[in-house]
């Protein structure tokens, strides 16, 4: 049973709040089994080369197309808007889908984005007819820019990809939400634990994309599972309006004057 | 469908982790149907003084009794030793069970424990032939000597009671998770969202008792549904073992020599 | 008595490592009191537009100069590239210095700057013979992106203008650091207590810009002396080598087969 | 130049809010200097045994003394109230003092206090004429029972000695100092860097006792230095008023309206 509403994601009408990655399992058949433990109906695959001949690639889409998901195609890898335009043209070439993950690593060591070529990138592909899917740090300048060239949707990172470490400026982030409130907005990258996801949509995020949280875990199947759930606790939770986070201690139990057992 | 094993508290199996009080509710009925949602099998009430004759209380009891729940009676509002073991002992007649959630309240505007007194109180009822479940700091030094008396449930506090700002000190939860490893640990007090139960149970704790993050909610039914998911989703994660957390990030995606498509 | 060494600040030598703003004070004699208290050699002075002839901007500005300061004029309130530009020009002209914060803000409610532009006058000035001081978020990529078109000096925020929070995301701050060893690199916006100035110089950080910390405090020309003496502390402290963390506690004191007395 | 005012610990005129401990240093020498270099007036020494005979206890004492400083005997590695009540009678009468740094060591691997054993051991030996320095956790209960039973001061910590974590739960330490407005609070274990001692004075803490982040440092003379300007600039900025945290930027300078100059 899913507890939660669908909703659509560049106008496609999906159940799960999760997009999740393809790389890293332990085996294929294993990420297989993840990607339907978790719910996902968005997996992202990445293309830095064309290689139609390679068996593995064979085999590996083989599964990818089983699963009956959208296809999310990134340019990870990819260090300016020039290259990250031409793998995109190629990801929509080889999976017949305009839409792809725009990645523009600014930095070797953290993966961050480049904000300048993403910008370039996202508006040119844009014009070329591309949903485009930025991933993007958390600065609300930035994310106002990518909505300003077109983007309807946004992909604020959490923390630096693979580093597990959740959402390290919350105040960056709730800005973001507070202020984008007609863009799509997902998390992506940084996520390390289901709590982080649960979060993320508590703070009204649209939807999470992760990838090594689950690939990395000791059992990625149960893992998946764990997501699927806490982004239907999170989004449920967020749905549901959060008590007010009060400063000082009160009693939750009116303890003088109230009727019986109606007390705790 | 539950996706979490059954588990064994105070000898009894228990399907759910959540642990869920019956005070600040809208109305019986909406507390009704919170408790139904939230999958819970252990209830809290709350008896102050004997008072059989009220008729809000009848009413609110055969609610109680209509769920099938474990009943949890607790000590709210006792401010010594004495005045716990006198009401524990009520409420072993009037509820029939040996169950005592031990509060013996430290401060009147945090409501946070008495340890000298809650060690005293835990011991002489443990000798008296109750199952205490007592209601502590975050102190692993109090908590130990809660299981030196004969504890076999500890219950520390996230934060204060009712201010649902979650786990405030880790470092000290976790330290008590670690160094307690055969006590059944329960998170009590200070939990406010979804996220934050799911990584209480991330963080090994075996269960999580809560009131006014569900009974406060907007719309307590719906939060009580994600407060079930987020319990699971916690649990999974746990048996499924996190990813490590890494202090820099690294590429999730082997990017050079590997096969195509193999990468995110 | 200062305890810290002198440094060289594009070129200039200064005995302090704050930066002071000019605005905001409860009066001119308390804003100079203030200066003079907090040990600042450079001071930050804002012109929107050229107004020579007002007679409170030539009182105000005899007390700036009576100080003997470096002036370091701004472009506050600048929206776009060319704003800032003009600005600077006039700054230039009317100051008689080729330094210059540049500020170009991207979003009116917390004002971050917009990157994009910020690079766009940070060349052109820079061409221009400008010694250019930019105002930056915390992006590695942002702060790096200043240093190829010729930034020796770059200043990534804290947290927010005005807002005191001080750091907001450690993890990014540290990498800035770490990864610009050669750059000048001065903390600006958001700091609120001495502690939060203590620290990012104890983070290797080389400067700290602020203005309202000082000027909103009750006491200006109190708080003007406590981070005079906080910059200190941090420095020294980032000098000496802070012992290391440890995740979990050891006796400091070694307590057996000591010699007497060598215990704590 | 001391820039803050004389303060009453225990009756004695004191113009440091730091204490410091005398062990770990890389030599006695080092240690001499590094006390004087703090500023601090007050030096806890270790008592074990009594090993009068001891050459190298004899020089150390000699050192100690020369620094013209009050000794604070404690009673460390002591596991339970009757051999701390010993070791502080065998303290009194060898450094002849009555103070007494009370420590009752509840877990061998955090050093964390035993709540239990130290108020037992506080009582008995404020009884026999004491002035007992408790060290205590950030329990608010615990602290509040520490003045019921006569102790003037109390010394809660920050996090684990020797951990260098800094205040661990701000919450905890915000919440004694507000409710236990006429007991002198220090803070005690966990410091580990200049700015963390600034924080615990901001929050109107009356001092500071530290040992590792100095004796540990790389060079501890010049830590020294550092932590006695970063008491300087807490202790300062408390009494100046730091401005209010604000949730969301506001801009410092009215851009619109106002005199020229008047902008920052």
Not at 72 to 94: D, F, S, V
Request: with cysteine; proline share 6%.
């Amino acid at each position: 049973m899913n507890n939660n509403q669908a909703w659509l994601l560049a106008d496609q009408e999906i159940n799960s709040r999760l997009l999740i990655g393809s790389a890293l399992y332990p085996s294929p058949d294993i990420m297989r089994q993840a990607i339907q433990a978790s719910g996902s109906q968005v997996v992202t695959v990445s293309i830095r080369r064309q290689n139609p001949g390679d068996q593995s690639g064979q085999a590996f889409w083989q599964i990818i197309q089983s699963l009956g998901c959208h296809i999310l195609p990134n340019t990870a890898g990819c260090r300016n808007a020039k290259e990250a335009i031409t793998t995109a043209h190629m990801a929509r070439e080889i999976f017949g889908t305009n839409w792809i993950k725009l990645e523009v690593i600014g930095d070797d060591y953290t993966l961050q984005p480049d904000p300048f070529d993403l910008v370039k990138a996202a508006q040119a592909l844009i014009e070329d007819g591309f949903e485009v899917f930025p991933y993007a740090s958390d600065d609300l300048v930035l994310c106002q820019k990518l909505v300003d060239v077109g983007c309807r949707i946004v992909m604020p990172w959490a923390s630096p990809i693979g580093s597990g470490k959740g959402i390290m400026n919350p105040y960056n982030m709730e800005l973001i939400r507070q202020r984008l409130p007609n863009t799509t907005l997902i998390v992506d990258a940084g996520i390390g634990k289901p709590s982080h996801a649960a979060q993320a949509l508590e703070m009204g995020f649209d939807g999470v994309l992760l990838n090594s949280a689950v690939a990395l875990a000791d059992d990625p199947v149960k893992m998946a599972t764990a997501f699927k759930q806490a982004m239907e606790a999170g989004r449920l939770g967020f749905e549901a309006g959060t008590m007010p986070q009060r400063e000082f201690a009160s009693a939750s139990t009116p303890t003088l004057g109230t009727p019986f057992w109606h007390q705790d």
